[in-house]
């Protein structure tokens, strides 16, 4: 098989995976932007939110300014493949995506706050791509992390899919599931945005408002 697979922009098989490795990527140490510890555990109350977007650069910024989130990370999740490498990931073979952890108190920043700002941040129908990047690795998803978030989820997607479709815009493409296991980027990738200002970022929105 080519270590490429059948395609950057095909969904590989868990047998067709990558095998990865046992050894986890270290933790991250501390945020460059909102100076709290990247690693759990976290302060009592928090939630957790995930999300792909596209590049996880840019859509790691999208949620610092935000209030009550608390701290913010990257990763891949959705996948297969056991704590994969970033080179590993870009080849297609692991099934992951590229997704933002947000830390954030939900006494502060509901769920629907975040979900409006991810159907806003990008461009959810676009499948395994983002504007110009191409590849599962960028597709949108969802990670919910418990009944309510799911049911949010579905309920904001046919919110957004109304007014898109009114708009012109094909269907969704955002597939929304449980949050398996989440594996750190490597450290270079956290907060790149922040420590590169003129970086690339290939995020896109669609211009549409959601209200929830």
């Not at 891949?76 to 970033?86: E, I, L, S």
């Not at 949010?152 to 493409?173: K, M, P, V």
């Not at 989440?182 to 970022?201: D, M, S």
């Amino acid at each position: 098989m080519s270590l490429f697979g059948p395609g950057k922009t095909v969904m590989v098989s868990e047998a067709e995976a990558l095998p990865g490795r046992a050894a986890a990527m270290a933790a991250p140490g501390r945020h460059v932007v909102l100076g709290a510890a990247m690693a759990p555990p976290f302060p009592d109350g928090m939630a957790v939110a995930v999300f792909g977007m596209g590049c996880f650069w840019g859509a790691e910024r999208l949620f610092w300014p935000m209030p009550g989130v608390h701290v913010t990370s990257v990763g891949y999740a959705g996948g297969f493949t056991p704590n994969p490498t970033y080179d590993e990931v870009c080849t297609a073979r692991t099934g992951h995506a590229e997704v933002v952890m947000v830390v954030y108190d939900p006494a502060v920043t509901g769920y629907e706050a975040l979900l409006r700002r991810f159907w806003e941040g990008h461009n959810p129908t676009q499948g395994m791509r983002q504007g110009n990047d191409i590849g599962t690795q960028y597709r949108s998803v969802i990670l919910v992390t418990s009944p309510e978030q799911e049911r949010l989820a579905g309920e904001t997607l046919a919110l957004y899919q109304e007014r898109l479709s009114r708009s012109g815009f094909g269907a969704i493409t955002t597939r929304i599931a449980a949050l398996g296991p989440y594996y750190w980027a490597e450290p270079y990738h956290q907060q790149y945005l922040a420590r590169n200002p003129g970086g690339y970022c290939g995020l896109g929105g669609t211009g549409i408002r959601l209200t929830v």
